[in-house]
Nanobody, 115 residues
Framework: QVQVVESGGGLVQPGGSLRLSCAASGSISSVSVMAWHRQAPGKQRELVATLTNSGRTNVVDSVKGRFTISRDNAKSTVFLQMNSLKPEDTAVYYC?????????WGQGTQVTVSS
């Protein structure tokens, strides 16, 4: 079992920045991918960024150049640095941890971009 807890969401003005954190605990020795997803009101959930155990990263085109995914040295916490935020980035952001063939989800953290 893997526990996943996100933090760092909030209200920010357009053009501002936020840093989301995702802490994984439990049986994390088999984690192969950590990722961020988001779901905006009335829209389908979308994959935003991924980070593999080998360190390979990928972000969706709509956030490329603005969002960065990274992790700590212990490989148990993944971050999503979000810069130049836009109103369309407003969503609930979820962290997922893929380990031993199963995807574990966090409870989500709300990000609201509004003036």
């Amino acid at each position: 079992q893997v526990q996943v807890v996100e933090s760092g969401g909030g209200l920010v003005q357009p053009g501002g920045s936020l840093r989301l954190s995702c802490a994984a605990s439990g049986s994390i020795s088999s984690v192969s991918v950590m990722a961020w997803h988001r779901q905006a009101p009335g829209k389908q959930r979308e994959l935003v960024a991924t980070l593999t155990n080998s360190g390979r990263t990928n972000v969706v085109d709509s956030v490329k150049g603005r969002f960065t995914i990274s992790r700590d040295n212990a490989k148990s916490t993944v971050f999503l640095q979000m810069n130049s935020l836009k109103p369309e980035d407003t969503a609930v952001y979820y962290c997922t941890v893929f380990s031993a063939g199963r995807n574990y989800w966090g409870q989500g953290t709300q990000v609201t971009v509004s003036s």
